[in-house]
């Protein structure tokens, strides 16, 4: 049973930093990507940052840049997204999510397994 949880939300003021956390299991890492997706209220769900599991590469979106990096650890059992000099325009609840097909892509109908989310509020 494929399970996915995130963790390490919460609030911060704009520049600081936040580590999220999605701890999963009942699959194997290396056949699957994960990718981080987040929610604002009144937004469509968006896609952030993706790792393949079998090569590790990975995507982000461009408002994320060099600011958002994925990585998982060396169990592979826990991707992390570290977001530093965050913006108001990135609070959302955030999302991590799994697909069997190793794409990372930001279509969300391909991720057939989601975890519950972790609010992140970016304000002063």
């Known amino acids: 049973q494929v399970q996915l949880v995130e963790s390490g939300g919460g609030k911060v003021q704009p520049g600081g930093s936040l580590r999220l956390a999605c701890a999963h299991s009942g699959f194997s890492f290396n056949d699957y990507a994960i990718a981080w997706f987040r929610q604002a209220p009144g937004k469509a769900r968006e896609g952030v940052s993706c790792?393949?599991?079998?090569?590790?590469?990975?995507t982000d979106v461009d408002s994320v840049k060099e600011r958002f990096t994925i990585s998982t650890n060396s169990a592979k059992n826990t991707v992390y997204l570290q977001m530093n000099s965050l913006k108001p325009d990135d609070t959302a609840v955030y999302y991590c999510?799994?697909?069997?097909?190793?794409?990372?892509?930001?279509?969300?109908?391909?991720?057939?397994?989601w975890g519950p989310g972790t609010q992140v509020t970016v304000s002063s």
């Open positions: 999510a799994a697909n069997r097909f190793r794409l990372c892509v930001f279509d969300a109908g391909i991720y057939d397994d």
């Open positions: 790792i393949n599991g079998r090569d590790g590469s990975t």
